[in-house]
């Protein structure tokens, strides 16, 4: 892992690109919203996808109630106004698909 972060460091400074935090909000970019939409209803689920035991519960058999309902809120705002937004890329998809089959499980 070393080598790794010192080949990289070497890359970013051959690259003469400056390299530091961004000072302002992230790029409105709807592939990066995807990605946190993603990230946003894949958490919500994960006090519902082990038993006490630590053995995986599928989807259909998670208790909906132990699924965090802000991050899911939160999760759908993004991915659907990502969606709205132009090219669809593979992280609004997945996130699509995250959000789409939970409420497919409530019929």
Known sequence: MTRRISRAKQGIAAS???FGIPSGP??????VAGLLALMLLTDARRMART???GALIP???QARSLRDRDSIAEGVALVTDALARGPV???QRLAASEYL?????RS
Do not use: H, K, Q
């Not at 992230?26 to 592939?31: I, S």
């Not at 089959?101 to 499980?105: G, H, M, N, S, T």
């Open 16 to 18: 003469g690109v400056p």
């Open 26 to 31: 992230l790029p409105d970019d709807a592939e």
């Open 51 to 53: 038993s006490l035991d």
């Open 59 to 61: 989807m259909a058999e």
């Open 89 to 91: 890329g593979p992280y």
């Open 101 to 105: 089959e939970p409420v497919a499980l």
